[in-house]
Protein backbone atom coordinates (compact mmCIF):
# COMPACT_ATOMS: atom_id res chain seq x y z
CA UNK A 1 0.00 0.00 0.00
CA UNK A 2 2.30 2.12 0.97
CA UNK A 3 4.45 1.50 -2.14
CA UNK A 4 1.47 2.85 -4.01
CA UNK A 5 0.84 6.04 -2.14
CA UNK A 6 4.67 6.79 -2.58
CA UNK A 7 4.08 6.21 -6.56
CA UNK A 8 1.02 7.83 -6.39
CA UNK A 9 2.91 11.05 -5.03
CA UNK A 10 5.58 10.67 -7.38
CA UNK A 11 3.08 10.88 -10.24
CA UNK A 12 1.66 14.25 -8.81
CA UNK A 13 4.87 15.82 -8.53
CA UNK A 14 6.07 15.01 -12.24
CA UNK A 15 2.84 16.43 -13.26
CA UNK A 16 3.07 19.47 -11.30
CA UNK A 17 6.55 19.81 -12.56
CA UNK A 18 5.57 19.45 -16.06
CA UNK A 19 2.99 22.25 -15.75
CA UNK A 20 5.37 24.78 -14.15
CA UNK A 21 7.67 23.75 -16.99
CA UNK A 22 4.96 24.42 -19.57
CA UNK A 23 3.63 27.79 -17.68
CA UNK A 24 7.32 28.69 -17.26
CA UNK A 25 7.60 27.99 -21.00
CA UNK A 26 4.08 30.00 -21.69
CA UNK A 27 5.28 32.97 -20.32
CA UNK A 28 8.59 33.30 -21.79
CA UNK A 29 6.77 33.07 -25.19
CA UNK A 30 4.77 35.96 -23.91
CA UNK A 31 6.98 37.98 -23.19
CA UNK A 32 9.10 37.13 -25.48
CA UNK A 33 6.03 37.82 -27.76
CA UNK A 34 5.49 41.67 -25.79
CA UNK A 35 9.40 42.66 -26.71
CA UNK A 36 8.72 41.97 -30.31
CA UNK A 37 5.74 43.67 -30.30
CA UNK A 38 7.14 46.85 -28.76
CA UNK A 39 10.15 46.69 -30.88
CA UNK A 40 8.05 46.42 -34.24
CA UNK A 41 6.24 49.53 -32.37
CA UNK A 42 9.64 51.40 -31.69
CA UNK A 43 11.10 50.69 -35.13
CA UNK A 44 7.56 52.11 -36.74
CA UNK A 45 8.02 55.20 -34.53
CA UNK A 46 11.56 55.62 -35.56
CA UNK A 47 11.13 55.19 -39.10
CA UNK A 48 8.12 58.02 -38.86
CA UNK A 49 10.23 60.31 -36.94
CA UNK A 50 13.54 59.37 -39.77
CA UNK A 51 11.05 59.78 -42.54
CA UNK A 52 9.47 62.83 -41.03
CA UNK A 53 12.89 64.91 -40.13
CA UNK A 54 14.41 63.60 -43.33
CA UNK A 55 16.09 65.97 -45.87
CA UNK A 56 13.79 64.98 -48.50
CA UNK A 57 10.17 65.07 -46.36
CA UNK A 58 10.85 68.76 -45.33
CA UNK A 59 10.97 69.16 -48.81
CA UNK A 60 7.67 67.38 -49.75
CA UNK A 61 6.49 69.30 -47.05
CA UNK A 62 7.47 72.93 -47.85
CA UNK A 63 6.40 72.38 -51.53
CA UNK A 64 3.01 71.27 -50.59
CA UNK A 65 2.90 74.40 -48.26
CA UNK A 66 4.42 76.82 -50.78
CA UNK A 67 2.06 75.29 -53.31
CA UNK A 68 -0.69 76.23 -51.65
CA UNK A 69 0.54 79.78 -50.88
CA UNK A 70 0.77 80.03 -54.46
CA UNK A 71 -2.89 78.54 -55.05
CA UNK A 72 -4.91 80.94 -52.42
CA UNK A 73 -2.31 83.85 -53.65
CA UNK A 74 -3.61 83.67 -57.34
CA UNK A 75 -6.99 82.97 -56.06
CA UNK A 76 -7.50 86.08 -54.31
CA UNK A 77 -5.37 88.02 -56.62
CA UNK A 78 -8.18 86.65 -59.02
CA UNK A 79 -11.16 87.78 -57.10
CA UNK A 80 -10.03 91.27 -56.76
CA UNK A 81 -9.08 91.47 -59.68
CA UNK A 82 -12.95 89.67 -61.30
CA UNK A 83 -14.77 91.26 -58.57
CA UNK A 84 -13.29 95.14 -60.02
CA UNK A 85 -14.00 93.60 -63.88
CA UNK A 86 -17.96 93.19 -62.83
CA UNK A 87 -17.89 95.93 -61.51
CA UNK A 88 -16.74 98.24 -64.25
CA UNK A 89 -19.00 96.39 -66.55
CA UNK A 90 -22.07 96.71 -64.47
CA UNK A 91 -21.71 100.47 -64.25
CA UNK A 92 -21.44 100.90 -68.06
CA UNK A 93 -24.18 98.56 -68.49
CA UNK A 94 -26.11 100.60 -66.18
CA UNK A 95 -25.19 103.79 -67.49
CA UNK A 96 -27.57 105.34 -70.67
CA UNK A 97 -29.03 108.21 -71.36
CA UNK A 98 -32.12 107.40 -72.13
CA UNK A 99 -32.38 108.30 -75.80
CA UNK A 100 -29.91 106.52 -78.77
CA UNK A 101 -27.31 106.27 -76.61
CA UNK A 102 -24.67 105.77 -79.82
CA UNK A 103 -21.56 105.23 -77.06
CA UNK A 104 -23.28 102.57 -75.27
CA UNK A 105 -23.05 99.51 -77.11
CA UNK A 106 -19.25 100.27 -77.62
CA UNK A 107 -18.82 100.95 -74.36
CA UNK A 108 -20.32 97.54 -73.18
CA UNK A 109 -19.02 95.28 -75.72
CA UNK A 110 -15.40 95.73 -74.75
CA UNK A 111 -16.45 94.05 -71.38
CA UNK A 112 -18.43 91.06 -73.63
CA UNK A 113 -17.46 87.50 -74.74
CA UNK A 114 -16.87 86.64 -78.43
CA UNK A 115 -20.06 87.08 -80.43
CA UNK A 116 -21.96 87.82 -77.39
CA UNK A 117 -24.31 91.24 -78.00
CA UNK A 118 -26.22 93.68 -76.46
CA UNK A 119 -28.53 96.30 -77.96
CA UNK A 120 -28.55 100.03 -76.21
CA UNK A 121 -31.31 101.00 -74.27
CA UNK A 122 -33.52 103.30 -76.59
CA UNK A 123 -37.29 104.77 -76.48
CA UNK A 124 -36.63 105.42 -72.62
CA UNK A 125 -37.83 108.04 -70.42
CA UNK A 126 -35.05 108.64 -67.85
CA UNK A 127 -31.35 108.91 -67.73
CA UNK A 128 -29.77 106.93 -65.81
CA UNK A 129 -26.02 107.15 -63.63
CA UNK A 130 -24.17 104.48 -61.51
CA UNK A 131 -23.08 106.42 -58.41
CA UNK A 132 -21.88 103.35 -56.63
CA UNK A 133 -20.72 99.75 -58.05
CA UNK A 134 -19.76 97.26 -55.16
CA UNK A 135 -18.87 93.38 -56.38
CA UNK A 136 -20.73 91.95 -52.62
CA UNK A 137 -20.34 88.05 -53.37
CA UNK A 138 -18.49 85.73 -55.80
CA UNK A 139 -19.96 82.16 -56.64
CA UNK A 140 -17.50 79.73 -58.20
CA UNK A 141 -19.18 77.56 -60.61
CA UNK A 142 -15.84 76.34 -61.81
CA UNK A 143 -11.88 77.65 -61.87
CA UNK A 144 -12.20 79.80 -64.68
CA UNK A 145 -16.46 80.53 -64.30
CA UNK A 146 -17.94 82.77 -61.76
CA UNK A 147 -20.94 84.50 -61.19
CA UNK A 148 -20.68 88.14 -59.54
CA UNK A 149 -23.23 89.97 -57.32
CA UNK A 150 -23.04 93.60 -57.68
CA UNK A 151 -24.87 96.25 -55.70
CA UNK A 152 -25.49 99.75 -57.49
CA UNK A 153 -26.97 102.78 -56.38
CA UNK A 154 -28.20 104.24 -59.45
CA UNK A 155 -29.83 107.96 -59.83
CA UNK A 156 -32.68 108.25 -62.45
CA UNK A 157 -33.51 111.62 -64.23
CA UNK A 158 -36.46 111.94 -66.11
CA UNK A 159 -36.45 113.11 -69.76
CA UNK A 160 -39.58 115.04 -68.93
CA UNK A 161 -39.54 118.58 -68.00
CA UNK A 162 -41.40 118.78 -64.37
CA UNK A 163 -40.53 115.12 -62.98
CA UNK A 164 -38.59 114.47 -59.96
CA UNK A 165 -34.87 112.51 -60.18
CA UNK A 166 -34.66 109.60 -57.94
CA UNK A 167 -32.17 106.82 -56.66
CA UNK A 168 -32.51 103.08 -57.06
CA UNK A 169 -30.61 100.27 -55.30
CA UNK A 170 -29.96 97.47 -57.97
CA UNK A 171 -28.48 94.20 -57.48
CA UNK A 172 -27.26 92.34 -60.46
CA UNK A 173 -25.70 89.00 -60.99
CA UNK A 174 -23.18 89.06 -63.65
CA UNK A 175 -21.85 85.93 -65.23
CA UNK A 176 -17.91 85.70 -65.77
CA UNK A 177 -14.60 83.65 -66.89
CA UNK A 178 -11.36 83.56 -66.80
CA UNK A 179 -9.17 82.36 -69.83
CA UNK A 180 -5.76 80.85 -69.48
CA UNK A 181 -4.09 84.39 -69.48
CA UNK A 182 -5.86 85.79 -66.94
CA UNK A 183 -8.12 87.49 -68.78
CA UNK A 184 -11.75 88.24 -67.84
CA UNK A 185 -14.82 88.13 -70.46
CA UNK A 186 -19.44 88.50 -69.01
CA UNK A 187 -20.09 85.51 -70.73
CA UNK A 188 -23.89 85.50 -70.36
CA UNK A 189 -26.55 88.86 -70.09
CA UNK A 190 -26.93 89.87 -66.63
CA UNK A 191 -29.75 88.97 -64.40
CA UNK A 192 -31.35 90.86 -61.30
CA UNK A 193 -31.15 89.17 -57.78
CA UNK A 194 -32.74 89.87 -54.60
CA UNK A 195 -31.16 92.06 -52.31
CA UNK A 196 -29.19 90.54 -49.40
CA UNK A 197 -31.05 90.75 -46.07
CA UNK A 198 -30.00 90.92 -42.45
CA UNK A 199 -30.53 87.63 -40.72
CA UNK A 200 -32.51 86.87 -37.92
CA UNK A 201 -29.51 87.63 -35.54
CA UNK A 202 -29.52 88.72 -32.00
CA UNK A 203 -27.96 92.10 -31.30
CA UNK A 204 -24.67 92.71 -29.44
CA UNK A 205 -25.56 92.49 -25.82
CA UNK A 206 -22.93 94.11 -23.43
CA UNK A 207 -20.98 93.59 -20.12
CA UNK A 208 -22.35 91.17 -17.50
CA UNK A 209 -21.13 91.78 -13.76
CA UNK A 210 -21.29 94.76 -11.32
CA UNK A 211 -21.25 98.44 -12.50
CA UNK A 212 -18.92 100.69 -10.97
CA UNK A 213 -20.03 103.22 -8.27
CA UNK A 214 -22.07 106.33 -10.12
CA UNK A 215 -18.96 108.77 -8.98
CA UNK A 216 -16.11 106.15 -11.05
CA UNK A 217 -18.26 106.38 -13.70
CA UNK A 218 -18.58 110.02 -13.84
CA UNK A 219 -14.72 110.21 -13.82
CA UNK A 220 -14.51 107.61 -16.74
CA UNK A 221 -16.83 109.98 -18.75
CA UNK A 222 -14.86 112.49 -18.39
CA UNK A 223 -11.80 110.75 -19.27
CA UNK A 224 -13.32 109.50 -22.70
CA UNK A 225 -14.73 113.14 -23.03
CA UNK A 226 -11.33 114.22 -23.87
CA UNK A 227 -9.89 110.89 -25.67
CA UNK A 228 -12.47 111.07 -27.84
CA UNK A 229 -12.42 114.68 -28.96
CA UNK A 230 -8.17 113.59 -29.26
CA UNK A 231 -9.54 110.64 -31.70
CA UNK A 232 -11.83 112.04 -33.51
CA UNK A 233 -9.88 115.15 -34.22
CA UNK A 234 -6.58 115.95 -32.78
CA UNK A 235 -3.52 114.92 -33.77
CA UNK A 236 -1.44 111.78 -32.66
CA UNK A 237 0.76 113.13 -30.15
CA UNK A 238 -2.35 114.02 -28.58
CA UNK A 239 -3.90 110.93 -28.50
CA UNK A 240 -1.08 109.12 -27.37
CA UNK A 241 -1.64 111.43 -23.58
CA UNK A 242 -4.67 109.01 -23.21
CA UNK A 243 -3.31 105.27 -24.46
CA UNK A 244 -1.84 102.15 -22.59
CA UNK A 245 1.31 100.92 -23.38
CA UNK A 246 0.43 98.03 -26.03
CA UNK A 247 -2.94 99.94 -26.88
CA UNK A 248 -4.66 98.31 -30.29
CA UNK A 249 -5.45 102.39 -31.20
CA UNK A 250 -2.58 103.18 -33.36
CA UNK A 251 -4.26 106.23 -35.10
CA UNK A 252 -6.83 108.65 -34.68
CA UNK A 253 -9.72 109.85 -37.12
CA UNK A 254 -7.80 113.50 -37.38
CA UNK A 255 -10.59 115.11 -38.23
CA UNK A 256 -12.71 113.52 -40.83
CA UNK A 257 -15.47 113.60 -38.31
CA UNK A 258 -16.18 115.84 -35.07
CA UNK A 259 -16.71 114.45 -31.78
CA UNK A 260 -20.15 116.01 -30.18
CA UNK A 261 -20.92 113.61 -27.04
CA UNK A 262 -21.16 110.75 -24.94
CA UNK A 263 -25.38 109.64 -24.65
CA UNK A 264 -25.09 106.45 -22.73
CA UNK A 265 -22.54 104.94 -20.78
CA UNK A 266 -21.99 101.72 -18.27
CA UNK A 267 -18.95 100.53 -16.88
CA UNK A 268 -17.79 97.38 -15.07
CA UNK A 269 -14.81 95.90 -13.70
CA UNK A 270 -13.21 92.58 -14.55
CA UNK A 271 -12.44 90.36 -11.45
CA UNK A 272 -9.51 88.80 -12.86
CA UNK A 273 -7.52 91.42 -14.43
CA UNK A 274 -9.18 94.40 -12.71
CA UNK A 275 -9.43 96.27 -15.80
CA UNK A 276 -12.28 98.64 -16.67
CA UNK A 277 -14.96 97.43 -19.48
CA UNK A 278 -17.06 100.14 -20.95
CA UNK A 279 -20.17 100.48 -23.11
CA UNK A 280 -20.55 103.96 -24.83
CA UNK A 281 -23.47 104.92 -27.43
CA UNK A 282 -21.66 108.46 -28.74
CA UNK A 283 -22.83 111.09 -30.88
CA UNK A 284 -20.46 112.30 -33.97
CA UNK A 285 -21.11 115.34 -36.90
CA UNK A 286 -20.20 114.18 -40.36
CA UNK A 287 -20.57 117.32 -42.22
CA UNK A 288 -23.47 119.03 -39.37
CA UNK A 289 -25.16 115.94 -39.88
CA UNK A 290 -25.20 114.15 -36.46
CA UNK A 291 -24.21 110.00 -36.33
CA UNK A 292 -24.46 107.56 -33.60
CA UNK A 293 -21.64 105.51 -32.63
CA UNK A 294 -21.39 101.96 -30.17
CA UNK A 295 -18.30 101.66 -28.87
CA UNK A 296 -16.72 99.06 -26.39
CA UNK A 297 -13.82 100.11 -24.48
CA UNK A 298 -11.37 98.39 -21.94
CA UNK A 299 -9.37 100.74 -19.49
CA UNK A 300 -6.48 100.53 -17.42
CA UNK A 301 -5.84 102.53 -14.48
CA UNK A 302 -2.62 104.00 -13.35
CA UNK A 303 -1.58 106.87 -11.25
CA UNK A 304 -4.94 108.29 -10.74
CA UNK A 305 -6.04 108.16 -14.36
CA UNK A 306 -7.62 105.33 -17.19
CA UNK A 307 -6.05 104.63 -20.18
CA UNK A 308 -7.55 103.17 -23.04
CA UNK A 309 -6.19 99.71 -23.98
CA UNK A 310 -8.46 98.45 -26.63
CA UNK A 311 -11.44 99.57 -28.78
CA UNK A 312 -14.00 97.06 -30.79
CA UNK A 313 -17.41 97.31 -31.99
CA UNK A 314 -17.98 94.24 -29.28
CA UNK A 315 -17.81 93.45 -25.80
CA UNK A 316 -13.65 92.47 -24.90
Known amino acids: MKLKKDKSKKSEKIKESLEAVERIRSDRLMKIGRILLWVVILFLLVKGVIGILS ?17 AELRETNQIRAASFAESFAYEYYTFSGKMNSDYEKRVSSYLAKNLEYKAPVAGEVAATVKQATATQIRYLSDTQMDIDVHLVVDYTPLKEGASATQKNIYL ?12 AVTSLPSYVPQIRAANIDPVDSYDGEQVA ?18 YEGSKTELSYYLSSGSNVTAGIE ?30 SDEMQPMQQRLFLRLQAAKGRYYIKNISTRPL
Open 214 to 231: TKQVQSIKDTLNSFFTSY
Open 173 to 184: RVPVTMNKQGGY
Open 55 to 71: PSSESRLQNIVTDYQQK
Open 255 to 284: GTVQYKKIDYITAYQDPQSKEYLVDATITL
